[in-house]
């Protein structure tokens, strides 16, 4: 792989549950969808269980333990019910994100600063069990600090604020977001965290997001999601993972 460690691909499968709840029934069934990405070689898969279960279900999450051989992601609020769900589950990692009912997706990073206290009582029983925490925030040095000092492992730089500017064409806030990315991911990695980026990235934004050295995995979902439709899912994966390895290089 050149000069840089294999990038990882976490493959969120949530709006293939997102299709499924549309309609109600059983199909399409976002643990065939999870089979597909292990089989295709995919490094983990991501599940957002949301409070108000908009597309990933209890019962998903059960059967994503069951089923998959690489680790799950599992992301969710800061709540008291999603916390006991995970010490339940105990799955390889728990991504933190902000979630606000009214949102079509997750909107912005975490705001851990503000909340360090609670935070980090609230992630300590999670790392007690085994499962890897992750941070999902904006790329914010004050946020990158703060997750550090609660005790995260991961953060996971939230890339929508750059990929929305790159597909509306402002290109130069594009640039200044990616830069700070860029940055971020270098101040991170300095203190020892691992760094994760995530949101919104397709074909034409994930290169640069992928050269970043100090990155190890992407996480991927809507996109992925969507271009199985016209292409299949591992189709899909693997011209996601061509850009990824070429970046890398």
Known sequence: MGELGKLRLGVNIDHVATVRNARGGDTPDPLRAARIAQEAGADGITAHLREDRRHISDADIEGLMEILTVPLNFEMAATDEMQAIALRHKPHA???VPEKREERTTEGGLEVAREENRLAHFIAPLREAGCRVSIFIAADMRQVEA???????????????????YHEGRYDVADMELAKMREMAAFGHSLGLEMHVGHGLTYDTVS???????????????????????????????????????ART
């Open 94 to 96: 728990v991504c933190i």
């Open 147 to 165: 997750a550090h000092r609660i005790g995260a492992q991961v953060v996971e730089l939230h890339s929508g604020a750059y990929c929305d500017a």
């Open 208 to 246: 640069p997001v992928a050269a970043f050295p100090e990155v190890v995995e992407l996480n991927i979902g809507h996109f992925l999601i969507g271009e199985a439709i016209f292409l299949g899912l591992a189709p899909a994966m693997a011209e996601m993972r061509r850009l990824m390895d070429a």
